[in-house]
């Protein structure tokens, strides 16, 4: 024994010699992790754009079913469904707080490597990062009120602990950070070389610095419309999005696996596939209207229930007998049982040959349970939709409201192919619909309504619930009907906030407790941010 360790020992010791301090260097230096100044900055923006678009599991637990887009009967959907906080899930109100600071991290460090190899070279990248700053912390202020934005992601800088700061100040900043930022794009620099959104285009960027510009300040009409005109007409009249080729999207990686945890569309993971449906306000909003986009994303399954499960099955596309969900239902055979409503549909099996949501109306296989398909985080109808409205309150924006309401049907129609080839609807029939469904301007209010329920249809059926849910709090419509589910935590109310995340009382304890003493009621599901007053 002793004489293998003599001869292990210099064996090591010829070893050691034998090497030269660049290959222990690089036997040191961990191949996933590259020094700043051998890292492409670029890469960044799109780990950024790919994860913060990619909304996971927490807006089919919420803002789903809180908007009445999809239903289900499963205790795991409660939270949204039916406004009850059901056991460890309420983890998951934080999500947005938690990977959007992640995002925003992410962003801030490829500026930080830009600015340190040539900040000349990368000034439209650089732009492009306080853009995208935007966008991500816009979600988060929107979705939980007073948080981190002068001192976000600055742990660079020792601030750990970062101030919450007020909306009201959060949306004047955001506003004039966009400006800036907007203003310092410049085609004749360098572009972007890992550009998920645009691929580089920096003319595509302007009119998403627009257009972002346009919504930001929209957002501010319950509270501050004086505030929101002139920023909404700046927007409008630098020019925002012109189509649909100016959407926004990003598409998820067909190869990656964790696409079917969380890191795509919601609907693209398999068991929560089969736990969902289209609501019933939904399917019954797009049938009164003559909607033709009920024909292409929903389907009814196949009889039984191993049938039902099988997500290879596709089901029946025809709009005849799509049937919607209704939400604050359950499988418990207790009152609020599914079987106990009185438009329940039956079906043709009974026992273990029947799924029990068999009958109701699910996503179309096809288009929304596959890997590799897009996310839309901002669209061109959206955006005539939102200018339809400004119109509407008098506000001085080229165009009418007529036309701004007819390019968002239109646009939301065609964004369909977008979503998938199957789901593309026929020009013919695209034109035929928004000719026989006009902006109605016999009332602001009622144009209001037209407006938002449109918005409402765009988003969700684009799978964009949280901007659904977000809009619909600004504008009241369309008008839901809240649940009354037993044990609710809202008093059978929408939701209109997410409570923060949950580590930051314990991280943040001051700066957190300064940001709930200023929400009405608290850090609870039915305070209200400062502009949903």
């Keep these: 024994m002793k004489k293998y360790c003599i001869l292990l020992l210099s064996f090591l010791v010829i070893i050691q010699l034998g090497c030269s301090k660049a290959q222990l260097d690089k036997i040191n230096t961990d191949p996933t992790k590259s020094p700043g100044d051998q890292y492409d900055p670029n890469e960044l923006l799109s780990t950024a754009q790919f994860k913060s678009s990619n909304k996971g599991y927490y807006q089919l637990l919420y803002q789903s079913t809180m908007m009445q887009l999809l239903a289900s009967t499963y205790l795991y959907y409660n939270n949204g469904d039916k406004y009850v906080n059901a056991g460890s899930f ?9 990977e959007g600071y992640a995002d925003a991290s992410t962003i801030r460090e490829m500026q930080r490597l830009a600015q340190q190899k040539d900040p000349a070279a990368y000034s439209n990248l650089i732009n492009i990062g306080d853009i995208m700053f935007v966008l ?19 742990a660079r800088e020792g601030i750990k602990y970062p101030v919450y700061d007020r909306q009201e100040d959060i949306y004047k900043a955001m506003l004039t950070d966009l400006d800036k930022a907007i203003n310092g794009l410049d085609p004749a620099k360098p572009k972007p070389t890992a550009d998920l959104f645009y691929k580089g285009d920096i003319t595509k960027w ?3 610095g627009y257009s972002l510009m346009l919504r930001v300040a929209m957002r501010l009409t319950k509270i501050a419309p004086d505030q929101a005109k002139p920023w909404v007409e ?3 009249a630098a020019g925002t999005f012109s189509d649909n080729n100016d959407n926004a999207i990003v598409i998820t990686d067909e190869s990656n696996l ?7 569309l919601a609907l693209r993971t398999v068991s929560d596939y089969r736990e969902v449906r289209w609501s019933k306000t939904l399917i019954d909003a797009l049938r009164k209207n003559n909607d033709p986009r009920l024909g292409v994303i929903a389907e009814v399954p196949q009889n039984g229930l191993a049938n039902n499960i099988n997500e290879n099955l596709s089901g029946n596309t025809d709009t005849a007998v799509q049937i919607g969900l209704p939400n604050g239902y359950d499988l418990s055979g207790g009152t609020f049982d599914i079987s106990k409503y009185a438009g329940y549909p039956g079906g043709t099996g009974t026992g273990a040959d029947f799924a029990p949501l068999g009958r109701y109306s699910r996503p179309r296989t096809a288009v929304y349970l596959k890997l590799g398909g897009p996310n839309f985080v901002m669209t061109y109808a959206d955006i005539e939709l939102l200018k339809a409205e400004a119109k509407v309150r008098g506000w001085n924006i080229p165009g009418t409201a007529a036309e701004h309401y007819a390019n968002g049907l239109r646009g939301g129609l065609q964004a369909m192919a977008q979503l998938d080839q199957l789901a593309a609807i026929p020009d013919g029939v695209i034109s035929d619909y928004v000719a026989k469904h006009p902006l109605d301007e016999s009332s602001q209010e009622h144009a209001f309504e037209m407006i938002n329920t449109q918005y409402w249809v765009n988003t969700g059926t684009c799978f964009n619930f949280i901007e659904s849910w977000l809009n619909w709090k600004r504008s009241g419509y369309p008008v839901l ?3 009354n589910y037993p044990g609710n935590v809202t008093n059978a109310t929408i939701p209109r906030r997410l409570i923060y995340l949950s580590t930051e009382v314990l991280n943040n304890t001051d700066n957190y407790k300064a940001a709930v003493s200023r929400l009405p009621g608290g850090d609870l599901l039915t305070s209200r941010v400062w502009w949903d007053k």
């Design 90 to 98: 309420t983890d998951y109100q934080g999500r947005i707080f938690e």
């Design 136 to 154: 991500i912390l816009q979600r988060i202020t929107d979705t939980y009120g007073d948080v981190p934005y002068s001192e976000a992601s600055k």
């Design 206 to 208: 302007k009119k998403f």
């Design 234 to 236: 700046k927007a409008a």
């Design 258 to 264: 964790d696409g079917q945890n969380g890191t795509s």
């Design 481 to 483: 009907v809240p649940v």
